[in-house]
């Protein structure tokens, strides 16, 4: 059986770099840099727990990155 392919995509993007931006160009940012998916959340929103690769999520206050995590 072949080995799964994993996608680079953000492998050397740290997801700090992000905080403190405005929302807009967090996800600019994050598309030009190869995250295939970029999900912006309102703070304490409910949201699953499986791991996608290639997604960047952002928790969003007032127009700005207040946290970022991988999948």
Do not use: I, K
């Not at 953000?10 to 967090?26: N, T, W």
């Amino acid at each position: 059986m072949a080995p799964t392919p994993r996608p680079q995509q953000g492998q050397d993007d740290d997801p700090e770099a992000y905080v403190g931006l405005d929302a807009e160009s967090a996800e600019h940012r994050a598309r030009e840099r190869g995250w295939t998916t970029v999900r912006s959340l309102p703070p304490g929103s409910v949201v699953t727990l499986e791991f996608r690769e290639g997604r960047l999520n952002f928790e969003v206050d007032g127009g700005s990155v207040v946290r970022c995590w991988r999948g």
